[in-house]
T-cell receptor, first 112, second 113 residues
């Protein structure tokens, strides 16, 4: 069966420090992969999505970047965190279309 | 563009009350519609879905009907439980445009015994 792993679960980082959040999927090949951010009172915002290795689409210009070095690995990064980067980050995968997405358990990031 | 609008929360109900959470959408193509649920401290789980007009999605006593004429996908449950307390998100994928999943802002449901 397919599973999605996301870590760490919680993270507290100082302003200006780098960030690396990792997401891996098991049990499927060539999934579409997504990073969402959930900020208080703002719902779920799509940050990046990828339909294949090395293919990244950015939805919102910001202080973050994403990479897909392997088929089932999706990494969210920042060189220098801002206070506004705090939030709940969710990774998801899909096979496309009307099947919906499967989400990871999320990472709670607090920038201090 | 595509968008999803949900009723503002929080919604506070007593156990066994009837639940409705309204959701309307705007889409240029023929979307698939979803309800996701987020329990406290957890990620999102797919609750139910409908992929074409007049389809009814159902799961765990919840149901929603895809109404193309009113562009709605309201979530209902006849008798809520304390364990249903969570945040509920309505979402769509525009299959024709090939967009990613677009979410509403979420509605917080709190059920008391």
């Amino acid at each position: 069966s397919q599973t999605i792993h996301q870590w760490p679960a919680t993270l507290v980082q100082p302003v200006g420090s780098p960030l690396s959040l990792e997401c891996t999927v098991e049990g499927t090949s060539n999934p579409n992969l997504y990073w969402y951010r959930q900020a208080a009172g703002r719902g779920l915002q799509l940050l990046f999505y990828s339909v294949g290795i090395g293919q990244i689409s950015s939805e919102v210009p910001q202080n973050l970047s994403a990479s897909r070095p392997q088929d089932r690995q999706f990494i969210l990064s920042s060189k220098k965190l801002l206070l506004s980067d705090s939030g709940f980050y969710l990774c998801a995968w899909s096979v496309g279309g009307g099947y919906g997405y499967t989400f990871g358990s999320g990472t709670r990031l607090t920038v201090v | 563009g595509n968008s999803v609008t949900q009723m503002e929360g929080p919604v506070t109900l007593s156990e066994e009350a009837f639940l409705t959470i309204n959701c309307t959408y705007t889409a240029t193509g023929y979307p698939s519609l979803f309800w996701y649920v987020q329990y406290p401290g957890e990620g999102l789980q797919l609750l139910l879905k409908a992929t074409k007009a007049d389809d009814k999605g159902s799961n765990k006593g919840f149901e929603a009907t895809y109404r193309k004429e009113t562009t709605s996908f309201h979530l209902e449950k006849g008798s809520v439980q304390v364990s249903d307390s969570a945040v509920y998100f309505c979402a769509l994928i525009d299959n024709q445009a090939g967009t990613a999943l677009i979410f509403g802002k979420g509605t917080t449901l709190s059920v008391s015994s």
